[in-house]
T-cell receptor
Framework: KNEVEQSPQNLTAQEGEFITINCSYSVGISALHWLQQHPGGGIVSLFMLSSGKKKHGRLIATINIQEKHSSLHITASHPRDSAVYIC????????????WGAGTKLIIKP | KAGVTQTPRYLIKTRGQQVTLSCSPI?????VSWYQQTPGQGLQFLFE???????NKGNFPGRFSGRQFSNSRSEMNVSTLELGDSALYLC????????????FGPGTRLTVT
């Protein structure tokens, strides 16, 4: 079993829909990261969080440390949100390395 | 602050050749990590350098090597290139200390023919 699991693997939705991507992990962490990668593009860090909730524009990230679970939400989704969203955790025992999820490929149709 | 820069952005090499990729981290950052991303695969960790020392290493063959200079710039070298080395190579810069937030460069797309 992977230490970081994301769901769903693929998600297709219509423009305007509310999107939720989930990340579950099995190790103790110091922080959890959400990143975005557009097709053919580099990776952009969206959020880093260790507790609670963060919001940036239409993006919201939440984390529940007790349940070892985080969600990334996109409100009023738009075709430009189409990308791969990756969850990564900084494990307490991982010697500074990030442990990566496999990513969720999101397609927003106009 | 300027972001992470990688050079070159695109590279075409033939099998058997060697290649060197460069990464300049954000000013003040002492850690540089390298990743390989191939179609259909997630990010595969290559290695991390912190203050000129390799601090972590992934499961790649010895053909993949790296180094870091005193100004924190890092280079990655791949010798005896194989077709399977065709990939997007990403470097990430961080302070090297908790909470290890990483800032990614745009990547170098290597094609081996």
């Amino acid at each position: 079993k992977n230490e970081v699991e994301q769901s769903p693997q693929n998600l297709t939705a219509q423009e305007g829909e509310f999107i939720t991507i989930n990340c579950s992990y099995s190790v103790g962490i110091s922080a959890l990261h959400w990143l975005q990668q557009h097709p053919g593009g580099g990776i952009v860090s969206l959020f880093m969080l260790s507790s609670g909730k963060k919001k940036h524009g239409r993006l919201i990230a939440t984390i529940n440390i007790q349940e070892k679970h985080s969600s990334l939400h996109i409100t009023a989704s738009h075709p430009r949100d189409s990308a791969v969203y990756i969850c990564a955790v900084a494990g307490l025992d991982s010697n500074y390395q990030l442990i990566w999820g496999a990513g969720t490929k999101l397609i927003i149709k106009p | 602050k300027a972001g992470v820069t990688q050079t070159p952005r695109y590279l075409i090499k033939t099998r058997g050749q060697q290649v060197t990729l460069s990464c300049s981290p954000i000013s003040g950052h002492r850690s540089v990590s390298w990743y390989q991303q191939t179609p259909g695969q997630g990010l595969q960790f290559l290695f991390e350098y912190f203050s000129e020392t390799q601090r972590n290493k992934g499961n790649f063959p010895g053909r993949f090597s790296g180094r870091q200079f005193s100004n924190s710039r890092s280079e990655m070298n791949v010798s005896t290139l194989e077709l399977g080395d065709s990939a997007l190579y990403l470097c990430a810069s961080s302070s090297g200390q908790a909470p290890y937030e990483q800032y990614f460069g745009p990547g170098t797309r290597l094609t081996v023919t």
